[in-house]
């Protein structure tokens, strides 16, 4: 149908195009630092795993564990229910303490009970290897105070001949260092304390290993049975003044008097020679370097 004038009517036709979408948009940058945020949370427990104890992996649980609520009085008991005064209060009907402690209390005077067995245990077992170390290098130094002797008996011509008569060993008190007699080569005339030229020469040599070790000394003087077996009551003041006699040649030798722990005369009563004590090796001075740190002077 035609209008007046002929003419057909301009239609225009506006078309809105949408706004940006796809890859352009900004959402795609949440989720990503959801992502990143995820894995430093992952990274950063798995850190704490491999560098925290058990007893610290331990700790962090608990603290983490859901503590327990009490229950409270509820006016409706919903969701949205609310709670009213609690006990404590002057009208209180509810509950004011929602979390219950779960973990228990702490022993009170805790300082008065000592230590905890774990930590007795490690001190003792750190105790004990301390002395099993100094145990360890007082044999060595006992064994290379000895090896000296040997070889001093070796090289010099005046003990050369009379390495027979000193017998060296170790026993649980110490260094053992004896010094014997033999038939017809005596330390000591009979019946007499005086020490002989041979015995000076033992003592002075012994005095040489001995002040290389810093170690207590104690000298005990022996005797031998008679022939008929017998044991002189006179014995025990004998041996004594020999041992004695060996104290003072030794300190003139060097060895200083603090280190004297013990002198003593034990007769006949330690044989050298249980089987046959008569034998002339049960007539010896034996000198032990004790097992323990030395005495210091009064004025350290």
């Keep these: 149908m035609a209008f007046g004038g002929g003419e057909r009517p301009i239609i225009i036709k506006k078309i809105k195009k949408g706004g940006g979408g796809g ?10 630092a959801d992502f990143v945020t995820a894995m430093m949370a992952f990274f950063l427990l798995m850190w704490l795993i491999n560098t925290t104890s058990p007893e610290q992996k331990r700790g962090i649980a608990d603290y983490f564990a859901p503590a327990s609520v009490s229950a409270s009085t509820s006016g409706s008991g919903g969701i949205l229910a ?5 006990n404590e ?17 702490a022993p009170q005077n805790t300082k ?3 230590p905890s067995s774990t930590q007795a245990s490690s001190t003792s077992a750190s105790e004990q290897a301390v002395k099993d170390a100094m145990a360890k290098r007082e044999d060595q130094a006992f064994q290379s105070a000895a090896e000296s002797l040997r070889q001093a008996m070796q090289k010099l011509p005046e003990l050369a001949e009379l390495s027979k008569q000193i017998l060296i060993d170790q026993t649980p008190e110490g260094l053992r260092i004896q010094l014997i007699d ?3 080569r005596s330390m000591f005339e009979q019946g007499s304390s005086k020490p002989n030229d041979r015995a ?10 001995v002040n290389q070790l810093p170690n207590r000394l104690t000298i005990a003087g022996h005797t031998s049975a008679s022939d008929d077996g017998s044991r002189p009551a006179t014995d025990w003041q004998l041996s004594a003044a020999r041992a004695d006699s060996s104290r003072q040649i030794l300190q003139e030798a060097g ?3 603090d280190r004297i722990y013990q002198v003593s005369g034990k007769a006949a009563s330690d044989p050298l020679y249980p089987d ?16 323990e740190a030395p005495v210091l002077p009064p004025n350290h």
Excluded: C, F
Aim: aromatic share 2%; proline share 3%.
């Design 23 to 32: 890859h352009h948009g900004g959402a795609w940058k949440v989720a990503y």
């Design 200 to 209: 000076r020469v033992m003592l002075r040599a012994v005095s040489r290993v």
């Design 182 to 184: 033999q038939e017809g």
């Design 255 to 257: 060895v200083a008097a």
């Design 89 to 105: 209060g002057v009208k209180g009907e509810g509950s004011v303490k929602v979390v219950e402690q779960t973990a228990p209390q």
């Design 276 to 291: 046959d004590p008569t034998l002339a090796g049960n007539r010896r001075i034996a000198l032990v370097l004790l097992r």
């Design 112 to 114: 008065d009970q000592g």
């Design 82 to 86: 609310g709670t009213s005064l609690g």
